[in-house]
């Protein structure tokens, strides 16, 4: 089985540009989570997407906004970037199979912001 | 709100040496607690898992246990290897309001091994 894909791999804006990055799930997986990697702040939980639905929410500001396809392809899209958006975006999908669900995470994209 | 603390690195070993990360965790009801490795440039790697109090996780001959009554999930491994560089996270998986899936995370404990 494919493992979880994100694209890009990298990627450079300037400050109030905005960003889409995506992100496949393993396939048959329908829960799709995304995650904010920085030195500062550590790993943070942005959302999650089950079965085109926002299931869970973080505590990101309105910029920071997501959707998922009917095929759980995974989109996230930040608005009016700034500095302190650089991190690395972790996508993890999940089988959704009861109450543990291991959660499988992609390479990430390294968004830098200048 | 659910929490996990780590201890700070880096921590550096001399290969085979013995290894202690420790975790300690708050939370409401029964969370399920991982193990995470990031190797430079990459994602998250599961390592391993314990679902329930005194399950004990086991993988590549890393080990940790869930106890409630400490609230911790300290991880070990008898003899580290130069390969087992990597950063090590602890982190505990809530249902989310939702009912879905939500991983809160330690900060990271970088390990570096050396020959």
């Known amino acids: 089985k494919a493992g979880v894909t994100q694209t890009p791999r990298y990627l450079i804006k300037t400050r109030g540009q905005q960003v889409t990055l995506s992100c496949s799930p393993i396939?048959?997986?329908?829960?799709v989570s995304w995650y904010q990697q920085t030195p500062g702040q550590g790993l943070q939980f942005l959302f999650e997407?089950?079965?085109?639905?926002?299931?869970n929410k973080g505590n990101f500001p309105g910029r920071f906004s997501g959707r998922q396809f009917s095929n759980s392809r995974s989109e996230m899209n930040v608005s009016t970037l700034e500095l302190g958006d650089s991190a690395l975006y972790l996508c993890?999908?999940?089988?959704?199979?009861?109450?543990?669900?291991?959660?499988?995470f992609g390479p990430g994209t390294r968004l830098t912001v200048l | 709100g659910n929490s996990v603390t780590q201890m700070e690195g880096p921590v550096t070993l001399s290969e085979e040496a013995f290894l202690t990360i420790n975790c300690t965790y708050t939370?409401?009801?029964?969370?399920?607690l991982f193990w995470y490795v990031q190797y430079p440039g990459e994602g998250l790697q599961l390592l391993l898992k314990?679902?329930?109090?005194?399950d004990k996780g086991s993988n590549k001959g890393f080990e940790a246990t869930y106890r409630k009554e400490t609230t911790s999930f300290h991880l070990e491994k008898g003899s580290v290897q130069v390969s087992d560089s990597a950063v090590y996270f602890c982190?505990?998986?809530?249902?989310?309001?939702?009912?879905?899936?939500?991983?809160?995370f330690g900060t990271g404990t970088q390990l570096k091994v050396e020959l």
């Open positions: 993890a999908s999940s089988g959704d199979r009861g109450r543990y669900n291991e959660q499988f």
């Open positions: 396939s048959g997986h329908r829960s």
């Open positions: 997407y089950f079965s085109e639905t926002q299931r």
């Open positions: 939370a409401t009801g029964y969370p399920s």
């Open positions: 314990a679902t329930k109090a005194d």
């Open positions: 982190a505990l998986s809530d249902l989310g309001t939702g009912g879905g899936n939500k991983l809160t």
